[in-house]
């Protein structure tokens, strides 16, 4: 059975930083692409950034360019979101998520809460 | 980068069935067969229904069905049932600048 299994998130201040970890079980970690996408209370689905297999190509959304970096260790199966320089708007429920651009499995998200 | 648009709503009856449009441009629905769909009900996270415009993964009844037509997808929920009672989002891939897009999302009601 496929589990992703996030961790790490709380509460920051802004400006301040946070790194979520998603533990993979269940699967070939290495041979799929990974995600990471998040959805701000009562709001739409958002995705944040995308690392290729290997760990070669990695893509963001505009707004987390130059702050956040997604990273995987592949020995360790697990994947990586290092959250700089956070601001309110960052606050959300942070999904790891399996695929390219379709996602067919997804974790049960952790909360990171911007706020002073 | 612009989301997809969806009507933020949609309803039916039992038994009946239910269209939730998707329309983005040709940088993204247009221009790849890469239109995915999720369901999701409150405080779950989402659940693949519809990948590639429209095939449907193991598991999901073959009620949801897929399509795309130029810049908009479509997602059909046939037969109605209460559990369809859900947010649905759909997304896109969108090239290497804006790898992937969603919609706002549509709340179904089952009425």
């Known amino acids: 059975e496929v589990q992703l299994v996030e961790s790490g998130g709380g509460l920051v201040q802004p400006g301040g930083s946070l790194r979520l970890s998603c533990a993979a079980s269940g699967f070939t970690f290495s041979s799929y692409w990974m995600s990471w996408v998040r959805q701000a209370p009562g709001k739409g689905l958002e995705w944040v950034a995308n690392i290729k297999q290997d760990g070669s190509e990695k893509y963001y959304v505009d707004s987390v360019k130059g702050r956040f970096t997604i990273s995987r260790d592949n020995a360790k199966n697990s994947l990586y979101l290092q959250m700089n320089t956070l601001r309110a708007e960052d606050t959300a429920v942070y999904y790891c998520a399996r695929g390219y651009s379709g996602y067919d499995n997804w974790g049960q998200g952790t909360l990171v809460t911007v706020s002073s | ?111």
């Open chain 2, 1 to 111: 980068q612009s989301a997809l648009t969806q009507p933020p709503s949609a309803s039916g009856s039992p038994g009946q069935s239910v269209t939730i449009s998707c329309t983005g441009t040709s940088s993204d629905v247009g221009g790849y067969n890469y239109v995915s769909w999720y369901q999701q009900h409150p405080g779950k996270a989402p659940k693949l229904m519809i990948y590639e415009v429209s095939k449907r993964p193991s598991g999901v009844p073959d009620r949801f069905s897929g399509s795309k037509s130029g810049n908009t997808a479509s997602l059909t929920v046939s037969g109605l049932q209460a559990e369809d009672e859900a947010d649905y989002y759909c997304s896109s891939y969108g090239g290497s600048n804006n790898f992937v897009v969603f919609g706002g999302g549509t709340k179904l009601t089952v009425l």
